[in-house]
């Protein structure tokens, strides 16, 4: 049988990218693991082959929140208008529904809905804070799987396990990064150790028979899907195409950064981290990392320990002109129109 080809191989990079330390040395010394992208087999799906998922349990300084995002808030309600419309108002769950921001957008709507996520820290009743698992009783006319599914080692069987666990007529609503754009931009930024998963959007037409509803959302970077979990597939016909993907880092970082000028980042989530963990990979130092929120401000980044700041802690520091480094361009005009356009903007992609 012939070995699978490696599409993305790096070593140590931080189990959980969005979790905040207290300290330098704390974020420095975060638990690490290995990345290697493989397809598979039986599936066509892109996964790490070499993720654990013991080692993956998430607490309450986890933190991926966009919220405070004008342009995220935007995408957050087209896509609570989009899932009112395909699955009503009535007895819905999401599953992995973080800090409940989506989920209290959704009952602002006037929408009946439980939540699940063991990172849930607040005092919400309709939020349950534990794992959704085969012991969880459910009965719902829809679930919501907004950026959930790429987390789950063997996916397939996890949407098999919902099928079963719900009834007949349950609809599904998926939203997972989109490989393609990944692909596409050489967004070697946007892999992470806690995405075990990487998903195109055929996939989904494999995973199931009929899809209601697919495509792009928020500048073509994530995969959305709506179906019937009735329509999920017993067998899975696997498309034996070549994937064409390439993440020269070094390359990609020497022609995107200018070390001779001072480096402030945009961005304290994801991106941001795997960026600036690249950078002083090569040895290149970053000055700043910007957050506008404020439980990641005076924090400190998995990897490398650098601090996060604030907006208003950063900005006078710098000079009119200045290189600021936007992790994600979905927030470039919102970044612009906060800072005054007085800076040289540098977007990843």
Not at 165 to 172: D, L, N, S, W, Y
Not at 190 to 202: A, G, P, S
Not at 271 to 297: C, S, T, W
Not at 327 to 346: C, D, P, V
Request: with cysteine.
């Amino acid at each position: 049988m012939t070995a699978a080809k490696s599409l993305f191989y790096r070593e140590n990079y931080p189990i959980f990218q969005n979790k905040m330390y207290s300290s330098r040395e704390a974020g420095i010394h975060c638990p690490k693991g290995n990345i290697d992208l493989i397809v598979d087999q039986k599936t066509g799906i892109i996964f790490n082959c070499q993720f654990d998922e013991s080692r993956v349990q998430y607490d309450k300084d986890y933190h991926n929140e966009q919220g405070l995002s004008h342009a995220f808030s935007q995408h957050l309600n087209d896509v609570a208008r989009r899932i009112i419309q395909a699955m009503g108002k009535e007895n819905l769950v999401e599953v992995g529904c973080g800090k409940g921001l989506f989920l209290d957008m959704l009952s602002a709507q006037g929408v009946d809905i439980t939540g699940f996520d063991p990172t849930y820290s607040g005092d919400n009743p309709r939020i349950r804070p534990e794992y959704f698992t085969q012991d969880t009783p459910i009965s719902c006319d829809g679930i919501i799987l907004r950026h959930v599914l790429e987390h789950i080692k063997d996916p397939a069987d996890f949407l098999h396990f919902l099928k079963k666990a719900a009834p007949e007529h349950c609809k599904i609503y998926i939203e997972v990064p989109a490989f393609e754009w990944i692909a596409a931009n050489n967004a070697w930024y946007d892999i992470f150790y806690e995405h075990v998963n990487y998903f195109r959007l055929d996939d989904f037409k494999r995973l199931f028979s009929t899809v209601i509803e697919g495509g792009y959302v928020f500048n073509q970077q994530y995969i959305y899907v709506i179906a019937n979990l009735a329509d999920l597939c017993e067998r899975i016909e696997v498309d034996q195409q070549s994937i064409d993907a390439s993440f020269p880092i070094d390359q990609l970082i020497a022609e995107k950064v200018d070390r001779s000028k001072k480096i402030t980042l945009w961005g304290g989530a994801s991106k941001g981290v795997i960026f600036a963990m690249n950078l002083a990979r090569l040895g290149i130092e970053v000055d700043h990392v910007i957050d506008i929120n404020p439980k990641k401000q005076n924090r400190f980044l998995a990897a490398t320990g650098i601090k996060v700041e604030s907006p208003d802690d950063v900005l006078p520091q710098l000079a009119d002109g200045e290189n600021i480094y936007v992790m994600n361009s979905g927030y470039l005009a919102e970044i612009k129109q906060m800072t005054g356009q007085r800076f040289n903007y540098i977007t990843l992609d």
